[in-house]
């Protein structure tokens, strides 16, 4: 008997512009919940970009998001797995005395990416 049914996003989920057919996805997952069958997105992306894919059906699935690094289900976080400020800071200065053009990437909750003044942003907020 099948209980759960995962899928990753890219090139399996979504078409090849980054979206899916909702209306046809809604009468899907409305099958499955009468089966007891749970859906999961799982993906590298971020959790909060997969809400926005899946809108008001995110609360109805469960998303392994951050390369399942952030698990959510029915609007709340079940398991997190995060890395500390402090050791993403050693990381970072590590990373500046191997070698003077390693990049780090940080992107807040909304997606936005900081290249410049790194170290200043990743020192005042999550990582």
């Known amino acids: ?65 951050d390369s399942a690094s952030r698990i959510k289900h029915d609007g709340h976080f079940v398991f997190e797995s995060l890395i500390p400020n402090q050791t993403g800071l050693d990381m970072i200065k590590k990373l500046e005395k191997t070698q003077a053009d390693q990049t780090i990437i940080c992107e807040d909750a909304c997606g936005q990416r900081f290249f410049r003044n790194r170290r200043r942003f990743c020192e005042n907020n999550s990582l």
């Not at 009468?34 to 894919?53: C, H, N, P, S």
């Open 1 to 65: 008997m099948i209980k759960l049914i995962l899928t990753d996003l890219d090139g399996t989920f979504l078409n090849s512009k980054g979206s899916f057919n909702q209306p046809r996805f809604t009468k899907v997952l409305s099958a499955l919940t009468e089966k007891k069958i749970a859906f999961a997105a799982v993906t590298g992306k971020q959790t909060e970009r997969v809400e926005e894919l899946f809108g008001d059906l995110a609360s109805e699935i469960w998303i392994l998001g």
